[in-house]
């Protein structure tokens, strides 16, 4: 018996090349799967955009100014 576990008769530099193919695509599935993931993400967001009334896009900033404010020379001498 031999120690070659080849059940399709595959020569060892075949099922070399057959491993890294298979890796390969592997790789580029997960990374297919990762780019349409995103882009379903930022067309569910554009979705909910788009629903909105067209008033709610032409409304102000609620924080118009930060929260943290360096005070100029004008608030510290007036204090």
């Not at 390969?24 to 979705?47: C, E, N, R």
């Not at 909910?48 to 930060?66: K, N």
């Amino acid at each position: 018996m031999s120690d070659d576990n080849s059940m399709l008769g595959m020569s060892r530099k075949g099922r070399l090349t057959a491993d890294i193919t298979y890796l390969m695509l592997k790789g580029a599935g997960y990374a297919a799967l990762l780019v349409l993931g995103l882009w379903l993400v930022i067309a569910i967001i554009s979705a909910v955009g788009q629903s909105l009334p067209e008033r709610s896009r032409d409304t102000q900033d609620p924080t118009p100014m930060s929260f943290l404010s360096v005070p100029t020379d004008q608030e510290t001498t007036q204090v």
